[in-house]
């Protein structure tokens, strides 16, 4: 997902004070969502540090849908 489709469902779900995590492959693209969500002032961001390969690496549960 881009980061402004992100905002976007965020807004239209209600979920604008919700507690967000923002991942992606390396970072570099929630890095990006992090930013521009914290621009549109969504309080509660979280950048998962490194995204899911570093997630993988530590050894984090994972679920997929």
Known sequence: ???KKIIEDLS???L???EV???CASGKRAEMACHLLCAENYPHVT???GGTMAWYQAGLPVVAE
């Open 1 to 3: 997902l881009s980061p």
């Open 12 to 14: 239209v779900r209600g």
């Open 21 to 23: 995590y923002v991942t």
């Open 16 to 18: 604008e004070n919700a």
């Open 47 to 49: 950048l998962v540090e």
